[in-house]
T-cell receptor, first 111, second 115 residues
Framework: QKEVEQNSGPLSVPEGAIASLNCTYS??????FFWYRQYSGKSPELIMS????GDKEDGRFTAQLNKASQYVSLLIRDSQPSDSATYLC???????????FGKGTHLIIQP | GAVVSQHPSRVICKSGTSVKIECRSL??????MFWYRQFPKQSLMLMAT?????????EQGVEKDKFLINHASLTLSTLTVTSAHPEDSSFYIC???????????FGPGTRLTVL
């Protein structure tokens, strides 16, 4: 059974600091990894995708993947109050496979 | 790019009636669309995978006769909740994949309330 684990939080980070979000997954066959942001009552919005080991940077966001440890992380630099949301980690085997989501981490950026 | 629309955004219906939800990819062709359900305070759970021109693949525990999926074209998939009951009340969200990157883009969701 595919499982994705995240700390539900809340994770409270002061404005301007780095927020670090973590995720582990159970299926070693997972090929594609995603971070989504979800505001209350809204659908998820894709933030980052990562497919190979190492770091991937996009603006203030950096995704890190370690397949050997089955670990994915998301760093948010210069955190803003508007970054306050629930961050969902999702993995897939690839191809036409659906996403398996973690329960999400609730992030609060304190002004 | 990669815009997915969903209609209606909100629906309230009586127990025993059927509700149809439409999902459209507006600026790309989606050979595969997905339907998810999200209950309050929980994460998204995959219900089914919909492929254009073929029968949908349902996840374990999801009744295919209750949740009818039709993927008639490369830009439209529909989910019909038949004989809805209060326990079907949930946030239903579709997504579409562009294919090359496996990235899935989500529609805005449909909040279903069954009285």
């Amino acid at each position: 059974q595919k499982e994705v684990e995240q700390n539900s939080g809340p994770l409270s980070v002061p404005e301007g600091a780095i927020a670090s979000l973590n995720c582990t997954y159970s299926d070693r066959g997972s090929q594609s990894f995603f971070w989504y942001r979800q505001y209350s009552g809204k659908s998820p919005e894709l933030i980052m995708s990562i497919y190979s080991n190492g770091d991937k940077e996009d603006g203030r966001f950096t995704a890190q993947l370690n397949k050997a440890s089955q670990y994915v992380s998301l760093l948010i630099r210069d955190s803003q109050p508007s970054d306050s949301a629930t961050y969902l980690c999702a993995v897939t085997l690839g191809g036409a496979d659906g996403l398996t989501f973690g329960k999400g981490t609730h992030l609060i950026i304190q002004p | 790019g990669a815009v997915v629309s969903q209609h209606p955004s909100r629906v309230i219906c009586k127990s025993g009636t059927s509700v149809k939800i439409e999902c459209r990819s507006l600026d790309f062709q989606a050979t595969t669309m997905f339907w998810y359900r999200q209950f309050p305070k929980q994460s998204l759970m995959l219900m089914a995978t919909s492929n254009e021109g073929s029968k949908a693949t349902y996840e374990q525990g999801v009744e295919k006769d209750k949740f009818l999926i039709n993927h008639a074209s490369l830009t439209l998939s529909t989910l019909t909740v038949t004989s809805a009951h209060p326990e079907d009340s949930s946030f239903y969200i579709c997504s579409a994949s562009e294919g090359q990157t496996n990235e899935q883009f989500f529609g805005p969701g449909t909040r279903l309330t069954v009285l």
